[in-house]
C-alpha cells in the first residue's frame, strides 16, 4: 500500500493512450491480480473490468472492512461475509499473509510479558529476538518488523497455512484461524494441497473484486487516482 506511486504512473500512461476509458478502481483490481502472479500465485486470474470510480472517498470507511490484527475469528467472517465470502474463502484470502511483513507494533501484545501460549516457543524466542522490548513506539527512520513467513518470505503459497498447525502464525488473528472449528478444516486442507489453496484463493479474489462495483453511469472515470474529478477541474 505504500506503492500507490506505482498506480499513479500506470494511471498516467493509460490517461496518455486512452483517456478517460480506464477506472482507477480495474487499476487496483487488476493490480492484484497481476501482483499475485508475480509473487508465484495463481496466474492469469479470469478478472472482468468496466469497474467505475466513486466520486467521494473517506479514510474512515477502511476500518469497516479490513480486519484488525486482534479481531476474532467471527468478527473477520462476518466482515467478509458482508461481501459475499464464506469461510473457505477467508481462509484462502488471509494467505495473502504469506508475503510481506509485520511491524513490532502489533505483535508485542504476544510477546509481551509472556509468550502467547499458543504460539511455538521456538518461534516466540525468535520473534522477541525481532521485538526485543514491550515499547512498541515505531522510530519512522528504522522501524522493527518480522516477516510473516520465514521460509517462503517472498512467495504466495502455502506456506502460511502449514505454519498455522505449528502455531507460527505472525498475527493473532492468523492464529485463531487454525483452532476455530469453521476455518480449521480450511487451514488443513490448505496446508496439505498448495493447488487447493491457489485455487480457493484465485475464486475468492476475483468475487471479492466484484463486490458492489459501480458501473455504467454510475460514478466517474477518475483522471488522477488521488483525486475526484471535480477537484481537479477546480486547480
Do not use: W
Not at 1 to 15: D, H, P
Not at 62 to 91: C, I, K, Q, W
Not at 135 to 148: K, L, P, S
Not at 162 to 182: H, M
Request: hydrophobic share 40%.
Amino acid at each position: 500500500m505504500r506503492n500507490f506511486k506505482y498506480v499513479g504512473a500506470i494511471k498516467s500512461a493509460l490517461e496518455r493512450e486512452c483517456p478517460g476509458t480506464v477506472s482507477c478502481a480495474d487499476v487496483l483490481a487488476l493490480a492484484a491480480r497481476d501482483g499475485a502472479a508475480m509473487l508465484g500465485g495463481p496466474a492469469a486470474i479470469p478478472m472482468r473490468t468496466g469497474r467505475r470510480d466513486a466520486t467521494e472517498s473517506r479514510y474512515g470507511e477502511v476500518e469497516r472492512y479490513v480486519p484488525n490484527h486482534n479481531d476474532t475469528v467471527s468478527a473477520v467472517l462476518s466482515r467478509f461475509a458482508a461481501m459475499g465470502l464464506d469461510a473457505e474463502a477467508v481462509v484462502a484470502l488471509l494467505g495473502a499473509h504469506s508475503v510481506g511483513r509485520v511491524h513490532c507494533n502489533n505483535l508485542v501484545a504476544r510477546l509481551y510479558p509472556a509468550v502467547d501460549g499458543g504460539m511455538e516457543p521456538a518461534y516466540g524466542a525468535y520473534l522477541r529476538g525481532r521485538c526485543p522490548t514491550a515499547d512498541a513506539r515505531e522510530d519512522t527512520r528504522d522501524v522493527a518488523y518480522a516477516r510473516n513467513d520465514r521460509a517462503t518470505p517472498m512467495v504466495l503459497d502455502n506456506m502460511y497455512h502449514k505454519n498455522l498447525l505449528k502455531g507460527r502464525g505472525l498475527l493473532l488473528v492468523d492464529q485463531r484461524l487454525a483452532s476455530d472449528p469453521r476455518t480449521a478444516p480450511f487451514v488443513k486442507k490448505m496446508a496439505a494441497d498448495n493447488g487447493y489453496f491457489r485455487e480457493t484463493f484465485a475464486a475468492a479474489l476475483v468475487r471479492m473484486s466484484e463486490n458492489g462495483p459501480l458501473t455504467g453511469g454510475q460514478g466517474e472515470v477518475r483522471k488522477d487516482c488521488r483525486f475526484v474529478n471535480k477537484i481537479i477541474q477546480r486547480k
